[in-house]
C-alpha cells in the first residue's frame, strides 16, 4: 500500500504570512497532484506535476516534486483567509489500476 | 469542460433502508470513475473502481455486498449503501478522468450521508 504522509496536519497563521505544506512518500509516484477541498464539497484540483525536479506556479502557490517524484512540497505566499481549507496531495501510479492514492491532509486555516 | 455531478448532496435515512447515490460525467465519457469515503476532518479513502460494462473492484476492507456498485453507461455510476447503519454515515464522493494523467480527476460535491 502506498502512503502519503502530509505535514503538518494543521496550520493557523495569520493573513500575509507564508507556509508550505510537505507531502512525503516511500514509493516513487508517475505523477503527483494537489487539492484543494473546502467544507461539504469535492476537492479541486490545483496542479499535476510530472516530472522530477518540476516546479510549478499558480498565483501565490508554488509546487515542487522532488526529484526522486517520492515528495512534493507547496509553498503559499503571503496567506490569504481565501486560502484556507484542507489540502490534498494525491499520488497517481499507473501500475495501481490508475487510482490516486490521497495524502493525509493538511488543515489550513487563515485568519485576519 | 469535465464537471462531475454527484446527487443528492445530503440525505437522511433510517437504520436498515438502501440508498442510492448517483455520479455523472456531464460533458465526457468516463470509463472509470472513482467512489471515496471521508470521516470528518480526514482525507478521502478509495472504496472502490468503476469500470463500465464490468464489475467494480473493491479496495480491502470495503465490503462489495454493503456498497453495490453500477456502471452502466459511460456517464453514469451508482453507489448503493444497502441496510444502512449508523456507522455508515460518511461523506462519500465520486471522481471521474477522460484521460489520466493529463486532465487528472474531477471530483463530484460530494453527498453527505446521515443514518439515523
Known amino acids: 500500500t502506498q502512503l502519503l504522509e502530509q505535514s503538518p496536519q494543521f496550520l493557523s497563521i495569520q493573513e500575509g504570512e507564508n507556509l508550505t505544506v510537505y507531502c512525503n512518500s516511500s514509493s516513487v509516484f508517475s505523477s503527483l497532484q494537489w487539492y484543494r477541498q473546502e467544507p461539504g464539497e469535492g476537492p479541486v484540483l490545483l496542479v499535476t506535476v510530472v516530472t522530477g525536479g518540476e516546479v510549478k506556479k499558480l498565483k501565490r502557490l508554488t509546487f515542487q516534486f522532488g526529484d526522486a517524484r517520492k515528495d512534493s512540497s507547496l509553498h503559499i505566499t503571503a496567506a490569504q483567509p481565501g486560502d484556507t481549507g484542507l489540502y490534498l496531495c494525491?499520488?497517481?501510479?499507473?501500475?495501481?489500476?490508475?487510482?490516486?492514492?490521497f495524502g493525509t491532509g493538511t488543515r489550513l486555516q487563515v485568519t485576519l | 469542460g469535465a464537471v462531475v455531478s454527484q446527487h443528492p448532496s445530503w440525505v437522511i435515512c433510517k437504520s436498515g433502508t438502501s440508498v442510492k447515490i448517483e455520479c455523472r460525467s456531464l460533458d465526457f465519457q468516463a470509463t472509470t470513475m472513482f467512489w471515496y469515503r471521508q470521516f470528518p476532518k480526514q482525507s478521502l479513502m478509495l472504496m472502490a473502481t468503476s469500470n463500465e460494462g464490468s464489475k467494480a473492484t473493491y479496495e480491502q476492507g470495503v465490503e462489495k455486498d454493503k456498497f453495490l456498485i453500477n456502471h452502466a453507461s459511460l456517464t453514469l455510476s451508482t453507489l448503493t449503501v444497502t441496510s444502512a447503519h449508523p456507522e455508515d454515515s460518511s461523506f462519500y464522493i465520486c471522481?471521474?478522468?477522460?484521460?489520466?494523467?493529463?486532465?487528472?480527476?474531477?471530483f463530484g460535491s460530494g453527498t453527505r450521508l446521515t443514518v439515523v
Open positions: 494525491a499520488g497517481f501510479d499507473t501500475g495501481t489500476a490508475s487510482k490516486l492514492t
Open positions: 471522481s471521474a478522468s477522460r484521460a489520466l494523467l493529463n486532465y487528472g480527476y474531477t
